[in-house]
């Protein structure tokens, strides 16, 4: 009987620490809620992996936007090391359509593959190498009013100016490459608003 006791106790304790370790890291499809912290003991930098979440400005179509075509995209929250903001809510981040497919006979998913190159901090443009991991639905941008712009000053503002989210952007994975890519049959379409998870694949130095 004390055996049965010891072993559930154990099991219960293994329990509660896997449940723990799960809430401490952000799922892939949870939408941003407060300003992200970097993790890494360089100061200044943002390092290899850590993902961004901006929100697309224009929208982009496997149907109408070509190779090459430039976009634009702010961050939605702070990015944040040991108490200062690396980079502000707000900012510019910029990117390239660096493939476009379109759904036809054999290959039926419409796909976009995104590049992002550039991202402007406090004025100051930086290169960089970015590829999407995730897509989200929101409200759009039209809700937000003029808070995209003091973000760079006042800090990520969250509550409800982004119209809410869903979730992971409906219709559309995460291919090789970072391409996004549309279920069978279908164009893929991110209209503006649309947030997409951007992993960094080079570091980045503030």
Not at 51 to 79: C, G, I
Not at 120 to 129: A, C, F, L, P, T
Request: some cysteine.
């Amino acid at each position: 009987m004390k055996a049965a006791t010891r072993a559930i106790a154990l099991y219960c304790a293994v329990a509660v620490a896997g449940c723990g370790s799960t809430t401490a890291s952000r799922p892939a499809t949870t939408a941003p809620t407060g300003p992200v912290q970097v993790d890494t003991s360089e100061p200044g930098v943002v390092p290899v992996g850590q993902e961004l979440d901006v929100r697309l400005q224009t929208p982009l179509s496997s149907e109408t936007s070509t190779v090459e075509q430039r976009f634009e995209a702010t961050t939605v929250v702070d990015v944040m090391q040991n108490g200062r903001v690396l980079i502000p809510a707000g900012s510019i981040v910029r990117g390239v359509v660096a493939d476009v497919k379109r759904p036809g006979r054999i290959d039926r998913q419409g796909s976009l593959t995104l590049s992002f190159d550039q991202i402007e901090v406090r004025g100051r443009m930086h290169q960089i190498r970015g590829l999407a991991t995730q897509v989200f639905e929101s409200g759009g941008i039209r809700e937000e009013g003029g808070t995209a712009g003091a973000g760079a000053g006042v800090g990520a503002v969250i509550g409800g100016i982004f119209g809410g989210w869903s979730g992971a952007l409906l219709g559309a994975v995460i291919g090789a490459g970072g391409a996004i890519v549309a279920t069978e049959g279908k164009d893929i379409h991110l209209p503006a608003g649309s947030i997409i998870r951007v992993r960094m694949d080079s570091p980045l130095r503030l």
